[in-house]
């Protein structure tokens, strides 16, 4: 008796897989287009050996409805499957006749093949081939195959297709994905094709081969990398601007021209900014190499942080100066800046001058001083002043009028700023004793020597109506 299964409808509705990656597709075929056979599209027919009278043929209908894996076998559902049905019972579906009436001429040894369209792989490489089936038969003996034509020939492709089979008996739909060989990339003429063979012996389990959604595709490719970045990181693709640290998916069209999935462990360095505050007098070398002699909150540079990041640096600097003038009327010296700190000084020894730390200084003897101005913390030495009218207790003769050295270690000059016709000089010591008078002619410039004891002691000047007094200090 010939063996022959039925494949009855199921009432429950599998869900299709979700794809998670995209993929390109060089060419499918989902078995229901109108003109899937003939006009260049499915040879159902093509001999792969003895094929009798009662042999199982190929038929394109959805008497064996395509179900999304891993659902059970359905019919009737509007989606058209390829698949082997039997000359018997042709619309129950994928079941085949396994024969075994052979000696009473109903024979059915089968050796055929569905051969699809030529199509064109210009520009692909890396292909799969991909569809779902249900296949069962009896090993060795009744199976389905998998064949491609790179142009030279018809070739099998693994091994015989077996799928489960449910619970309810009904072959269970499972997904095929094998790598096309290299002899199809880039051909312009291939083709895919599926067998089936069975003998005439009576043994055999349906379901036979149904076939549905067949597709050659370049899949997605996969990568992952880490990348490390100042403050944000723009994917591959451009898409998006990341600012914090984190593991992100990216999608780019690669060389074969499907989607690789990228994804990205990215490391956020961040660049950080900062001030420099700095004062200093008068002039500023700062780390860019330039100098300042001005304030400047303006100026920035650009160093790279323990992350390798750009850490911003500006400037703010306070230039501060101190003036060192002083002005003076006669024994009084002033320092011109105000609110500083100062200390007057000996010149040309530049020695301080004990508790002389005033604005103004007064000279008690004539000579050289000069002043240290302090402020802001910058310090600036005045040049060396000349004082001479020390001593000078009455003067008719005018601001020409000089004594010097005063105090003196014996020997002196006056200079009395012009010449005269006679001039007296009298010295006498603070109690008024007379210690020498003398008087002179013609001269401008006096050099006397006063041969007493270290003191104090009064020099007059009389020249007609002009007359001086000047404090004399002998050391």
């Known amino acids: 008796m010939n063996n022959i299964k039925l494949i009855f409808a199921s009432l429950l509705f599998i869900a299709p897989a979700v794809l998670t990656k995209a993929q390109t597709v060089v060419w499918s075929e989902p078995f229901n287009a109108s003109t899937v056979i003939g006009s260049g599209g499915w040879n159902l027919t093509a001999s792969m050996g003895i094929n009798d009278p009662y042999a199982n043929f190929f038929t394109i209908n959805d008497n064996e409805g395509g179900v999304a894996p891993p659902g059970c076998g359905v019919a009737g559902n509007g989606d058209q499957t390829l698949h082997i049905t039997n000359t018997l019972f042709p619309t129950i579906g994928a079941a085949y006749n396994s024969g075994g009436l052979c000696g009473s001429g109903f024979c059915v040894a089968t050796h055929v093949r569905a051969e699809s369209e030529i199509f064109s792989t210009i520009g692909s490489s890396n292909m799969l081939f991909e569809f779902d089936y249900i296949s069962n038969g009896s090993a060795g003996a009744d199976f389905g195959t998998v064949w491609y034509n790179d142009g030279s020939g018809w ?4 091994s015989a297709l077996v799928s489960p089979t449910c619970s309810s008996g009904q072959g269970q739909w499972t997904a095929f994905s094998m790598n096309l060989p290299t002899s199809c990339d880039n051909n312009p003429t291939v083709q895919v094709g599926f067998g089936w063979e069975n003998n005439d012996d009576g043994v055999g389990t349906d379901p036979s081969l149904a076939v549905n959604d067949v597709k050659i595709i370049i899949a ?31 999608t780019i069209t690669n060389s074969a021209g499907a989607d690789s999935v990228m994804t990205i462990t990215v490391t956020i360095n961040n660049s950080n900014t900062g001030t420099d505050i700095q004062s200093a007098c008068d002039t500023y070398t700062w780390i860019d190499g330039n100098s300042y002699t001005s304030s400047n909150s303006t100026a920035t540079h650009t160093l790279t942080n323990v992350a390798g990041c750009d850490s911003v640096v500006t400037l703010n600097l306070t230039i501060n100066t101190v003036s060192s003038a002083v002005t ?10 105000i609110g500083a700190t100062y200390q007057w000084l000996n010149c040309p020894s530049m020695t301080s001058i004990t508790g002389a730390n005033g604005q103004s200084y007064t000279a008690t003897a004539n000579g050289d001083y000069a002043v240290i101005v302090t402020n802001n913390g910058c310090s600036d030495t005045s040049a060396c002043y000349t004082v001479t009218g020390v001593g000078i207790i009455e003067n008719d003769f005018g601001n020409r009028l000089l004594l010097y050295p005063n105090p003196t270690n014996g020997e002196f000059s006056i200079d009395l700023g012009e010449t005269y016709d006679a001039v007296t000089i009298a010295m006498t010591d603070l109690n008024g004793k007379l210690i020498q008078s003398k008087s002179y002619y013609g001269l401008q410039l006096l050099n006397l020597d006063l041969d007493e004891p270290a003191g104090v002691y009064l020099l007059m000047i009389e020249s007609g109506e002009k007359k001086a007094v000047i404090r004399l200090i002998k050391e």
């Open 155 to 158: 070739t099998q492709l693994g």
């Open 220 to 250: 997605a490719t996969t990568s992952s990398f880490s990348v490390s970045q100042c403050d944000s990181y723009t994917v591959p693709s451009g898409d998006e601007t990341y600012t914090s640290s984190g593991t992100y998916i990216d």
């Open 328 to 337: 003076q009327t006669g024994a009084l010296l002033t320092a011109d800046e």
